[in-house]
C-alpha cells in the first residue's frame, strides 16, 4: 500500500447522519467517483499496468506507460465526475525507467515540477479541481524502458465502478467502520457474506464480533478515520478497507447489488 501522508480524511459528504446514530468517533465516510485514463499503457493480459492500477491501494501493480522509448512525455490522467478537493499527492516511481521527475496539473493550469527522490515524491496542493494530470517529465533511462508510477490523493477515497456501486459505497463503509467500532454481531452479519476468508477464517458474525471484542482484529475508526480508510481495490466489484494494523485488509465485493464483507488479510495480536 502506497503510504498515505496524515490521517485519512473526507473530501465531500455523501450521506448525512446523526451523532445518535453512529458512535460518537466514527465520521462519514465519503468518496469521489472518478475515471482514470493514460496516454499509452504497457500491454498486459492480466490488465495489471492499466491506469486505474495507479491507485488500486497496492505496491505490486501500478500503471505503466506503453510508448517506445524511456516514457518521457506520457501521462496518467484522473478525471473526477465534480469538482474535488485535493489536498496532497504522494508519488511512487516504480518499473526500470528510474523516473526522477514528474509534471502536475490541474484542470490544464501551469504545471509544477516534481522531483522524485529515492523514487518517491509529494506535492501539497489544496486546492479543487476535475483533473488531475501527472507527467513523467524526466527518467534515468538512456533506452527504453518501462516508466510506471503508484499514486495516493490524501483523504480522498477514489471509486470507479458504475454509479449504482458508487452510490452505494459510502452507506456500506460507515456500516462497516460503525460494527467494527462496537463489535456488533448483528451489525456484522448484516454486512458480511460468510464465511468471510483469509487470515483467520470467521464462520459466523459471533466469531468475527468475539475476535473484535479480544482486539484480535485491527478496526478501522477514529475520527476522521485516523488509522485506517477504505479505498479503490478492483473497478467496479471490489473495495478494500486498511485497518490500524500494518497488514489488515477487509475486502468487499459488490453481489446482489449490495458491497458485502468477503475476506480479511490480518496479523492477529492478541492482548
Known amino acids: 500500500m502506497l503510504a498515505m501522508r496524515g490521517r485519512v480524511g473526507l473530501i465531500a459528504a ?28 504497457k500491454a498486459s493480459k492480466t490488465g495489471q499496468y492499466d491506469a486505474w492500477r495507479a491507485i488500486d491501494n497496492s505496491t505490486s501493480t501500478h500503471w505503466c506507460e506503453g510508448a517506445k522509448g524511456s516514457g518521457v512525455g506520457e501521462s496518467l490522467t484522473i478525471t473526477f465526475a465534480a469538482p474535488t478537493t485535493i489536498p496532497d499527492l504522494d508519488l511512487s516511481a516504480r518499473g526500470t525507467a528510474g523516473i526522477t521527475a514528474v509534471d502536475v496539473s490541474l484542470d490544464g493550469g501551469e504545471p509544477t515540477h516534481v522531483a522524485l527522490k529515492s523514487k518517491m515524491g509529494y506535492l501539497s496542493l489544496k486546492k479543487s479541481a476535475t483533473t488531475l494530470k501527472v507527467t513523467i517529465a524526466e527518467t534515468k533511462a538512456k533506452r527504453a524502458a518501462d516508466a510506471c508510477l503508484d499514486l495516493a490523493i490524501s483523504f480522498t477515497g477514489i ?23 462496537s463489535c456488533d454481531a448483528t451489525a456484522l452479519a448484516d454486512i458480511a457474506d460468510f464465511p468471510v476468508k483469509g487470515g483467520k477464517r470467521f464462520a459466523t458474525a459471533a466469531a468475527l464480533a468475539k475476535a473484535c471484542a479480544k482486539h484480535q482484529v485491527a478496526k478501522v475508526s477514529g475520527e476522521n478515520w485516523e488509522g485506517g480508510h477504505c479505498g479503490l481495490d478492483t473497478p467496479n466489484d471490489q ?33
Open 14 to 41: 455523501l450521506i448525512s447522519t446523526t451523532a445518535s446514530a453512529q458512535p460518537a468517533a466514527v465520521k462519514t465516510p465519503a468518496w469521489a467517483k472518478a475515471q482514470v485514463t493514460a496516454s499509452s499503457t
Open 159 to 181: 471509486y470507479v465502478g458504475d454509479d449504482k456501486a458508487f452510490a452505494a459505497v459510502a452507506p456500506a463503509t460507515l456500516k462497516f467502520i460503525s460494527a467494527m467500532a
Open 239 to 271: 473495495i478494500v478497507c486498511i485497518g490500524m494494523g500494518p497488514d489488515s485488509w477487509w475486502r468487499f465485493t459488490w453481489k446482489n447489488d449490495a458491497w458485502k464483507l468477503v475476506s480479511v488479510s490480518e496479523k492477529y495480536y492478541a492482548e
